[in-house]
């Protein structure tokens, strides 16, 4: 049977990687890798799943460096491009224990960018109408299916450099509230993500983009936020 | 590393450099003020194969800079299509052939 | 900073930088032009002193690279080198004056 060395991190922020023999099944995944090493090999492992079949993001790890959905990783890709398989917890972020990351600051972040909706319309009201065609619902509709699951954070040059930004999660949760006509709070909102540590913070790097399991263009969402701005508080339209 | 970060890296790269060699730049030029052998002297001076060089790498810089910039401001001006991803490449193309033009100029 | 005066400096930078452009595209391709076969000071100035135009194109372009840079500059000098702050603040303002200041000697000694 054919064997695979996995290399696992153990321990915190400090620690090493820990090597593992795992037998090679067809249509392996990196996250049924990590199972078997837990339930087989090292009990003492920690790791975070819930779905297993790419809906919830709770699998999101870092894989030969890139942040991934490990449920949605086949080993045959990873090792078409290189020999081995390292996992890591997601960068960018406080490590819990192995590969579990804190993911606190990355949903306190988007409380602070104001990710909530806020409406005006109560039970009595009749229903607001948006089309789908609707243009600012099809920019809002290009930035809604995100779960949270991190890999953009984790994959962001800035968060690395700018403890403080928003990042691009929180930032286009932000956008598609501020292009959602039904919401009130949209002044409020811009004055939270366009300060320092915020829009304006981004280099246009595009990893969050290139990196997105649900292909949302968190950098389209936040080009988008720095126009919003600038009619707000200059005064030029733009 | 992809190419939506090399043309980040270059622009913020080459922008630096420019910061660097513009006081300079600023100063030998102001050196004509004191009058055409001032400035005769340090053009004798560029004339060094290593200054050249350094002259080419400028050029270089700024026509990275500006490649880099144009992406920017594509980005965050353009709406959003699929080609977004070939401005880095658009940018780097662009550079090179500014640089080759003063380069064969030298 | 605030969102509005992050919002100013922003439009600022991007406002400065479209000028540049067009200086920078026509500067590049003067300079192309102007270093083939070799200058001395004295052809360079006998061409530059006295132009108006280029007086006030190269004036032009002086303030616009004082604005841009510093603005440039500050994330930099965060991200790399952890300079956040009023400090770094007043250094950038201290570059922009620098380099107006310097910009307009030099555009001075070669144009008027």
């Known amino acids: 049977m054919n064997h695979l060395t996995v290399k696992v991190w153990r321990g915190g922020a400090e620690g090493a990687f820990q090597a593992f023999e795992v037998p090679r099944r067809a249509s392996q995944t990196v996250l049924d890798v990590v199972t078997y090493i837990q339930r087989r090999l090292e009990p003492t492992l920690a790791y975070r799943f819930a779905c297993r079949v790419g809906m919830c993001g709770s699998c999101a790890m870092t894989v030969n460096g890139r942040a991934r959905w490990t449920c949605r990783t086949h080993i045959d890709l990873v090792l078409q491009e290189e020999k081995e398989i390292t996992i890591a917890p997601l960068r960018n972020l406080p490590v819990i224990r192995d590969l579990v990351a804190d993911m606190r600051e990355f949903f306190d972040k988007w409380a602070s960018a104001k990710g909530q909706f806020q409406g005006r319309l109560s039970r009595k009201d009749d229903f607001e109408r948006i089309k789908p065609g609707e243009p600012e619902r099809v920019q809002v509709d290009a930035g809604i299916e995100c779960i949270g699951c991190a890999v953009c954070y984790a994959s962001c040059d800035v968060v690395a450099w700018n403890p403080g930004y928003l990042g691009p999660a929180a930032l286009n949760r932000a956008w598609t509230l501020t292009k959602d006509r039904r919401d009130q709070n949209r002044i409020e909102r811009l004055r939270a993500v366009a300060g320092d540590a915020g829009c304006h913070a981004c280099h246009t790097h595009m990893s969050c983009t290139e990196r997105c399991p649900k292909h949302i263009s968190p950098t389209a969402g936040i080009a988008g936020l720095k126009r919003e701005s600038i009619r707000a508080f200059t005064g030029k339209a733009s | 590393m992809h190419a939506g970060t090399w043309a980040a890296l270059v622009h913020r790269v080459s922008g630096i450099l420019l910061v660097l060699f513009l006081p300079g730049h600023f100063i030998a030029l102001g050196s004509a003020l004191e009058g055409a052998d001032q400035f005769d002297s340090f053009l004798a001076w560029t004339q060094q194969p290593l200054v050249k060089f350094m002259e080419w790498g400028i050029v270089l810089s700024l026509a990275a800079h500006l490649g880099g910039g144009l992406r920017v401001l594509a980005l965050e001006f353009l709406p959003w299509r699929d080609w977004h991803k070939g401005l880095a490449a658009a940018a780097a193309a662009g550079a090179i052939a500014v640089s080759l033009a003063f380069a064969l100029a030298l | ?112």
């Open chain 3, 1 to 112: 900073m605030t969102a509005r005066a992050q919002a100013y400096l922003w439009l600022a930078q991007r406002a400065s930088a479209a000028v540049l452009a067009l200086c920078v595209v026509v500067h590049l391709a003067t300079m192309i032009y102007a270093i083939r076969g070799g200058l001395s000071a004295a052809e360079i100035l006998a061409r530059t002193r006295g132009n108006v135009a280029w007086l006030a194109f190269y004036s032009i372009f002086v303030l616009m690279v004082a604005v841009h840079a510093p603005i440039g500059l500050r994330p930099v000098l965060a991200e790399w080198l952890r300079w956040r702050g009023a400090s770094r603040d007043l250094f950038l303002l201290a570059l922009a004056l620098a380099l107006a200041g310097l910009g307009l000697r030099a555009v001075l000694g070669v144009f008027l």
